[in-house]
């Protein structure tokens, strides 16, 4: 007789929670529905948006600008035999693997370089930056350095394709 009334009430619970989970999906469905008809009275998605005012970016000192359009100035010599080395290395690829893969080693020096320097850059921005800021050194670069930004990333937009072509030794 215990045995029974056990089992009854294990079967009774698994009753009520088909049936109480069973009343929520309807609800949610009905809601969703709601939303998508064009006289419902849900406010659209838009005017649910907290807005996040965000902080002006710091400013960054003159010695740092100077120093980052000095680099971008001066890193066409490592861009243009960074890319003599790679395009010479991509031609030996079928001929010489070896001279492929030293080319390719070469080249991928004078791209991080430039990528090192401008990481340097950034590096000092980070140590300007204010306490509490809800701006990262990347961001604060590329706003006030932006094209100088750019142009780094076009002198070493091959390194990543290069290190997929490099063997491990």
Known sequence: MPMVVGIIAVVAVIAVVVVTS????????AW?????TADSNVPDQASKKKVVQRSPPPEISDEIISTARELVANLDADREKGNA???????AKDKDPDLWQAKLREAKDHFLKIRDAWNEIEGLIEAELPMGTDWGADEVANHWLGKEAEKVNKAIERLAYL???????
């Not at 969703?32 to 998508?36: G, I, Q, R, T």
């Not at 080395?85 to 031609?91: H, K, Q, R, W």
């Not at 290190?163 to 030794?169: A, C, P, V």
Request: charged fraction near 50%.
């Open 22 to 29: 069973g009343k929520k999906s309807k609800k949610k469905e």
């Open 32 to 36: 969703v529905s709601d939303e998508l």
């Open 85 to 91: 080395l790679y395009d010479e290395g991509m031609a």
């Open 163 to 169: 290190k997929k072509q490099l063997r491990m030794n």
